[in-house]
Structure formats: structure tokens, C-alpha cells
């Protein structure tokens, strides 16, 4: 009976220690989409933009610089975006964090159950320089913007969505990365309640041969 008991505590502790999981995501054309097009493509950043190791920058068309690239005509319109990019987030995850770029400026939000007409993180940068929002979210090397962590409800599907927004002409598109840190499912809650029900019996048995 005792080892059936060491089996039960065993798989608890492994059920506990799958719940520190982090996955990354980001503009890697994985789990996202866009409001033009639907799908996103890779475009060839211009050499004022800055970057995101492993990510990206994306759009739903060639829009960024060289051969065949268009341009997007500019909004001044919160109400109108000229691209909704969207990225899903894992199943389970209970918190996040993002970092963002966009040409010419973004508003970043959060759905889920607890969020269904959506979380403003951060609100788009109107002011513009001479390549695009002068500070976050605009596409230098010092002008994105991160989040911090954030908590996400768990309960049902959480998406992220950068409403991007062309403003002066060029090149437009966005590029993002994150993380999202996975909680245990509810199956993972059971095994590590059913690892320490089987400690306490496990203790009390052996008081009992005492």
C-alpha cells in the first residue's frame, strides 16, 4: 500500500512542477492573424526600424520596403485601424507579457471571459516624428512598448490584438514577442491534491506502526 501511496505523492509533485510553464509567442506567422487579409506575412523592415530577436515584423501584405511593396492609405481615426493583427494565446495561460513595434503606431488590448469587449494595455501614440510615433508604440529601437505581466483569464480562449495604425505614408507593419505563462490544469490540480492526501495517509500509517 505504501509504495501505491509514494506513486500518488510522486505525480503530484510532478503535476506541480509543470505548473511554472512558459511558452513564448511572438510575429512568427504561428497562432496569429490579421482583419485585411486574414493571414500575415513577412515583410522586409525599413533600416530606421528596430527589432525583436527570434520575431519579425509582419503585415497582412507586402507593406514594409523593396520591390513590389505598397503603402497604406493613413487613418487619423482610432475607430478605424488600418490593420487588426491578432495574436491567440496557449490554452491556459494565466498571465502574460508583450513587447510591441509598429509603423506608424499601435493600441494594444487583451480578450478574454473576464475582458470580452477588451482590455486596453496601451492606447496608440498620435504624436508623430519624421519615421513614425515619436515614442511607444512607434517602430525605433527606443520606441516600443512592454506590458509588464499581465493577468489573463484562463477560463476560455484569450487572444491579444495591436491595432495598427498608417498615419504619415511608407512603409507600415508591426512586431511583437511575449511570453505566456501556463497554469495547471484542472487534471493537474487533482493529481497534486490526490500526491498530498496520499502524504498525509502515507505519515499517519507510519504513526501508526509507532
Not at 499601435?106 to 513614425?132: I, M, P, R, T
Not at 489573463?152 to 490584438?161: L, N, R, T
Request: proline share 7%; aromatic share 10%; charged share 10%.
Amino acid at each position: 500500500m505504501s509504495k501505491i501511496l509514494r506513486m500518488v505523492l510522486l505525480a503530484g509533485c510532478f503535476a506541480l512542477a509543470a505548473s511554472a510553464t512558459v511558452v513564448p509567442f511572438g510575429s512568427d506567422l504561428l497562432n496569429e492573424s490579421n482583419s485585411v487579409t486574414g493571414t500575415n506575412v513577412i515583410i522586409t523592415p525599413h533600416g530606421a526600424w528596430g527589432s525583436l530577436p527570434g520575431y519579425s515584423w509582419i503585415s497582412y501584405a507586402n507593406t514594409g520596403v523593396g520591390p513590389g511593396a505598397i503603402s497604406p492609405p493613413s487613418t487619423n481615426n482610432p475607430a478605424t485601424p488600418t490593420a487588426i493583427f491578432r495574436e491567440d494565446l496557449p490554452a491556459w495561460t494565466g498571465f502574460m507579457n508583450i513587447t510591441v513595434f509598429a509603423d506608424d503606431t499601435a493600441a494594444v488590448y487583451l480578450f478574454d471571459n473576464s475582458n470580452l469587449g477588451g482590455l486596453l494595455l496601451k492606447a496608440e501614440n498620435w504624436v508623430q516624428d519624421s519615421a513614425c510615433a515619436a515614442g511607444p508604440i512607434g517602430c525605433q529601437p527606443n520606441e516600443s512598448w512592454t506590458s509588464g505581466m499581465v493577468s489573463v483569464d484562463f477560463s476560455g480562449p484569450a487572444w491579444v490584438e495591436i491595432r495598427a495604425y498608417q498615419r504619415g505614408g511608407g512603409p507600415f507593419g508591426v512586431l511583437y514577442g511575449g511570453e505566456a505563462q501556463i497554469v495547471p490544469e484542472p487534471g493537474t490540480y487533482l493529481l497534486l491534491g490526490a500526491g498530498l492526501i496520499g502524504l498525509g495517509l502515507l505519515r499517519r500509517m507510519r504513526a501508526a506502526r509507532q
